[in-house]
Nanobody, 115 residues
Framework: EVQLVESGGGLVQPGGSLRLSCAAS????????MYWVRQAPGKGLEWVAT????????YYAGSVKGRFTISRDNAKNTLYLQLNSLKTEDTAMYYC????????RGQGTQVTVSS
């Protein structure tokens, strides 16, 4: 059974940081492109970042580029997203996913940015 389990979300003030993790199982993690997507309240899913098989190549949405960093540890079957300089508009449920549309995603972890 394929499982993606996110963790690390929480409440943080604007300008703060969080590190999200995603534990993967049930498929060959090291052979899969991986993605982070998010869904803000009342909005659709938004692609955030993509990482290549070995982590050497990454892509980011313009709204997070320079503030977020996607990474992976294939030995631990774990995907990460470092969130820095958080803004209120980053408030959303964050999901790791096996596709850029977020159709194959975990249950999510909530990030709330508020003063």
């Amino acid at each position: 059974e394929v499982q993606l389990v996110e963790s690390g979300g929480g409440l943080v003030q604007p300008g703060g940081s969080l590190r999200l993790s995603c534990a993967a199982s049930g498929f060959t993690f090291g052979s899969s492109l991986m993605y982070w997507v998010r869904q803000a309240p009342g909005k659709g899913l938004e692609w955030v970042a993509t990482i290549s098989l070995r982590g050497g190549t990454t892509y980011y949405a313009g709204s997070v580029k320079g503030r977020f960093t996607i990474s992976r540890d294939n030995a631990k079957n774990t995907l990460y997203l470092q969130l820095n300089s958080l803004k209120t508009e980053d408030t959303a449920m964050y999901y790791c996913a096996r596709d850029s549309a977020g159709n194959l995603r975990g249950q999510g972890t909530q990030v709330t940015v508020s003063s």
